[in-house]
Nanobody, 124 residues
Framework: QVQLVESGGGLVQAGGSLRLSCAAS????????MGWFRQAPGKEREFVAR????????TYADSVKGRFTISRDNAKNIAYLQMNSLKPEDTAIYYC?????????????????WGQGTQVTVSS
């Protein structure tokens, strides 16, 4: 099992940048693919990005492709989401999650552990 804690959220102007961090505890961190999801007001939680165990494979939602970058530091047990060129529609609570399954997934149902979320607000 793994415990996840997100940080780095805040209020930024459109066009700005933020880097979210997901600190993990537990020896099994390297055995999990990591994903980022977000939930905007009035909407269901949606997939944002995923990175494989060895960081060799990444997947992005079309809405963030080219603007967001997911990465991980397995030695430090931290996953990151670098968010550039932020837009007001990026406003949401962002969650990191861990997935032990081998098949890449963009569905929240396939992720085993979740952080508490961190608020990102982008003003126009």
């Amino acid at each position: 099992q793994v415990q996840l804690v997100e940080s780095g959220g805040g209020l930024v102007q459109a066009g700005g940048s933020l880097r979210l961090s997901c600190a993990a505890s537990g020896r099994s961190f390297n055995n999990y693919a990591m994903g980022w999801f977000r939930q905007a007001p009035g909407k269901e939680r949606e997939f944002v990005a995923r990175i494989s165990r060895s960081a060799g494979t990444t997947t992005y939602a079309d809405s963030v492709k080219g603007r967001f970058t997911i990465s991980r530091d397995n030695a430090k047990n931290i996953a990151y989401l670098q968010m550039n060129s932020l837009k007001p529609e990026d406003t949401a609570i962002y969650y990191c999650a861990a997935d032990r399954q081998m098949v890449p997934s963009t569905s929240q149902k396939d992720y085993d552990f979740w952080g508490q979320g961190t608020q990102v607000t982008v003003s126009s």
